[in-house]
């Protein structure tokens, strides 16, 4: 025979079904409250919370600012800098466009330059040649290749810089141009600079140009 249930347990039973059905009580903790409060009124805990957010928030500017940074430092050094690769390869192509040798050779039309071939088509994205590097009497070269096409014909641009130590700025070691089955044509030559004197003239014994 089945006891039957006390009154405290027809009791407790009745409290656990009514407790077990009444709703949750969340407790939320807003930081925008938090922000609009003194310091001195915060509890300890939403010090933390404030302290917490303040450093966040920190960090991600932090980030932002070194990322910013070194993109603006990548660009300069890259493509603004004097002595950058991209602002050589400008140049240099402006010399093989203005010259009347490689106009004559390439074609009197726009005259194209690009880097290295790649899978993309288009011919701006090419990246151009270059490299770097330094000698041990401390001189500083920089070298770039780069191909140029005209209406005519097709050649490869070969570009050769020198920084002595001490100095700012890059100077020509050479700039010439090969067109395939024609003559190079140069149009920064040291060597032959330094070998017929500072001006580019063939200068004879004791500064006389003898006739011969």
């Given at each position: 025979?089945?006891?039957p ?11 656990l079904?009514t ?10 903790l807003?930081t ?8 001195a009124e ?23 600012v070194a ?15 004097p ?5 050589w ?21 726009r ?25 041990r009497?401390?001189f ?26 001490g ?31 500072g ?6 014994f ?7």
């Open positions: 025979m089945a006891r249930f006390s009154a405290k347990a027809t009791a407790a039973c009745s409290f079904s407790a077990s059905r009444s709703p949750k009580k969340q407790i939320t807003r925008s409250d938090l922000s609009t409060k003194k310091w915060l509890s300890g805990g939403e010090k933390v919370v404030r302290t917490a957010s303040t450093g966040v928030s920190a960090a991600t500017i932090l980030v932002g990322l910013t940074g070194a993109i603006v430092t990548f660009v300069y050094l890259e493509v603004i800098a002595d950058s690769v991209t602002n390869f400008n140049r240099a192509t402006d010399r093989v466009r203005s010259d009347p040798q490689c106009v004559q050779l390439l074609g009197g039309g005259i194209k330059a690009y880097g290295e071939p790649t899978s993309n088509r288009w011919s701006r994205n090419r990246p151009i040649a270059a490299s770097v590097s330094r000698d009497s401390g500083e070269h920089l070298r770039i290749h780069f191909y140029v096409e005209g209406d005519l014909d097709k050649g490869v641009v070969n570009l050769h810089l020198i920084k002595r130590p100095d700012q700025e890059y100077e020509y070691k050479y700039l010439f141009l090969d067109v395939p089955g024609r003559s190079r044509v140069y149009l920064e030559n040291a060597d032959d600079t330094q070998r017929h004197g001006d580019g003239r063939k200068k004879g004791l500064g006389v140009k003898w006739g011969w």
